[in-house]
Nanobody, 119 residues
């Protein structure tokens, strides 16, 4: 059973920083793209950042220059370093990964972690 487990998040002041982590576990053949999405109250879930197995990254325009996505393939973990946080970054952040397991290739999601940016 493949699982994604997130950690990090919480309450942070504007201008502050926080790092999210997401570890994949279970029997996996390979992990392709890993990504972070977020959903603010009353809004649709949106892609924040993604990183391919080769290390190529892409970001939402709203977070470029402030957020950095990275991955540790040996640990099957993806990170999101969030700097210069703004109140509009407040959302539930979800980890997502396309994983090739014995059942085939599927998208998996974490349970979500709340990030609140407020003074």
């Amino acid at each position: 059973q493949v699982r994604l487990v997130e950690s990090g998040g919480g309450l942070v002041q504007p201008g502050g920083a926080v790092r999210l982590s997401c570890a994949a576990s279970g029997v996996m053949i390979s992990i392709n793209t890993m990504a972070w999405h977020r959903q603010a109250p009353g809004k649709q879930r949106e892609l924040v950042a993604a990183v391919t197995s080769g290390g190529s990254t892409n970001y939402a325009d709203s977070v470029k220059g402030r957020f950095t996505i990275s991955r540790d393939n040996a640990k099957a973990t993806v990170y999101l370093q969030m700097n210069s946080l703004k109140p509009e970054d407040t959302a539930v952040y979800y980890c997502n990964a396309r994983i090739h397991a014995f059942a085939g290739e599927n998208d998996y999601w974490g349970q979500g972690t709340q990030v609140t940016v407020s003074s």
